[in-house]
Every structure is written in C-alpha cells, then in structure tokens.
Nanobody, 120 residues
Framework: VQLQASGGGLVQPGGSLTLSCAAS????????VGWFRQAPGKQRELVAI???????NYEDSVLGRFTMSGGNDKKTVYLQMNSLKPEDTAGYYC???????????????WGQGTLVTVSS
C-alpha cells in the first residue's frame, strides 16, 4: 500500500491550497483516512480525519478553514485549506488505516509528506 501526497507549496497568509492523497496497491478496505502535520520542533498533530463511521473531525485551530473530502472508497482524499496562517506552516502527512486483503487485519500507512509554507 502506498500513499502519495501532493499539493503543498508556498502561499501568502490568507491564501488557499488544496492537498491530495492517493492510495494505491493492495487495498481491500480503508477505514480511517486523514491528514496530520508536523512543524519544526513540534510533535505531529492530527489536522483532519474521515472515520470509519462516516464522520469527519477537525483539529480546533483549523475548524471552519479546512475541509476534507473524498470518494466513498477513500482512496483519494483532499484537504482544502483556506485562510491560511503562518502557524499552519508544516509538513502535511497523509494517513490511512487499510485492510490489504479480505482475510487480514487493518494496518496503519503514511504518505511521504508535502510541505506547506505560509509566509509573506
């Protein structure tokens, strides 16, 4: 299973970016899929996650500014980021909990990260 994240870049404060995450490989089912971020010197934190029960939850600081979306199979998901702030600067990592086959369990997978820099 591979997760390919893309869409990062340099944007001015108040601007927008859309991140994409595409899952490929041996995938029977995806339960949870989401985005985490890690700023220099800080711990990785959850940004947004689509859960197995159909909810999408957001970290408080991005609520109302970021929107996560994707297809029913969750193989491709997006993170629309609006009203970006300098404190949103971080590496953004795609995460998915995947069952590679019908007869196995679920495992955690991570993408390689895409850098978002918010600066004037």
């Amino acid at each position: 299973v591979q997760l390919q994240a893309s869409g990062g870049g340099l944007v001015q404060p108040g601007g927008s970016l859309t991140l994409s995450c595409a899952a490929s490989g041996s995938i029977f089912s995806i339960s949870d899929v989401g985005w985490f971020r890690q700023a220099p010197g800080k711990q990785r934190e959850l940004v947004a996650i689509m859960t197995s029960v159909g909810n999408t939850n957001y970290e408080d600081s991005v609520l109302g500014r970021f929107t996560m979306s994707g297809g029913n199979d969750k193989k491709t998901v997006y993170l629309q980021m609006n009203s970006l702030k300098p404190e949103d600067t971080a590496g953004y990592y795609c995460y998915a909990r995947v069952a590679p086959s019908k007869f196995g369990g679920f495992y955690d997978y991570w993408g390689q990260g895409t850098l978002v820099t918010v600066s004037s």
